[in-house]
């Protein structure tokens, strides 16, 4: 058995991540400034009133790309830290409000690595100081365990802004690490050798 552990700081890039799902009046983009341990971070802006967007920020690769040697058998993924703060809330909506709602290993399979971070963090309200979120270890399925496997990591964020014009709130994600455990190619097969002599 191996782990393969994977961190990004976004020190200065976005580092392979890329913003999607509906993004109507939002703006998301790898910032220069804001992050925890190092100035840059992924930064998820929305504006105006009574808006709302469903976005995310997700990796696609192989297993491979992450750590896994070619040939490995990937059986499990731990988020080990997500840190986020919500740094602007300006008349941002309370009910339900804006929030990280899950962080997915690809979106149909159900492996689930944090549950919706409004619930567990005690609400995403105008978190100034950065704080951490993490998950346990969760099984991937059989399909999605060869080495070749193309998989997509994702956080999963809900924007939604309150009944003002100048309403604006902002999410930024930093320090995203996790541990992918696999069965090391080397020792998948044991070869016994009996001499009959």
């Given at each position: 058995m191996g782990t393969a552990?994977?961190?990004?700081q976004y020190t200065s890039s976005a580092e392979g991540w890329t913003a999607g799902g509906s993004t109507p009046n939002t703006v998301l983009e790898w910032s220069a400034s804001g992050g925890q341990t190092?100035?840059?971070c992924l930064s998820s802006r929305i504006n105006g009133r009574k808006k709302s967007a469903d976005t995310d920020w997700s990796y696609t690769g192989t297993w491979e790309s992450l750590g896994v040697p070619a040939g490995g058998t990937v059986t499990g993924i731990q988020l080990n830290?997500?840190?986020?703060?919500c740094p602007v809330w300006v008349v941002?909506?309370?009910?339900?409000?804006?929030e990280v709602r899950s962080f997915l290993l690809n979106q149909s399979d159900a492996v689930t690595l944090i549950v919706s971070m409004?619930?567990?963090?005690g609400g995403?309200?105008?978190?100034t100081s950065y704080a951490t979120v993490s998950g346990v270890n969760m099984a991937v399925p059989g399909a999605f365990q060869p080495s070749t496997t193309t998989i997509n990591i994702m956080a999963d964020l809900y924007?939604?802004?309150g009944n003002d014009a100048a309403a604006a709130v902002t999410i930024l994600l930093d320090d995203i690490n996790f541990t992918i455990t696999y069965t090391d190619?080397?020792?998948g097969q044991q070869i016994l050798i009996v001499n009959f002599g």
């Amino acid at each position: 058995m191996g782990t393969a552990a994977k961190y990004y700081q976004y020190t200065s890039s976005a580092e392979g991540w890329t913003a999607g799902g509906s993004t109507p009046n939002t703006v998301l983009e790898w910032s220069a400034s804001g992050g925890q341990t190092n100035a840059g971070c992924l930064s998820s802006r929305i504006n105006g009133r009574k808006k709302s967007a469903d976005t995310d920020w997700s990796y696609t690769g192989t297993w491979e790309s992450l750590g896994v040697p070619a040939g490995g058998t990937v059986t499990g993924i731990q988020l080990n830290g997500m840190a986020w703060r919500c740094p602007v809330w300006v008349v941002g909506e309370t009910s339900p409000p804006s929030e990280v709602r899950s962080f997915l290993l690809n979106q149909s399979d159900a492996v689930t690595l944090i549950v919706s971070m409004s619930n567990n963090q005690g609400g995403i309200l105008g978190t100034t100081s950065y704080a951490t979120v993490s998950g346990v270890n969760m099984a991937v399925p059989g399909a999605f365990q060869p080495s070749t496997t193309t998989i997509n990591i994702m956080a999963d964020l809900y924007l939604r802004s309150g009944n003002d014009a100048a309403a604006a709130v902002t999410i930024l994600l930093d320090d995203i690490n996790f541990t992918i455990t696999y069965t090391d190619p080397a020792l998948g097969q044991q070869i016994l050798i009996v001499n009959f002599g």
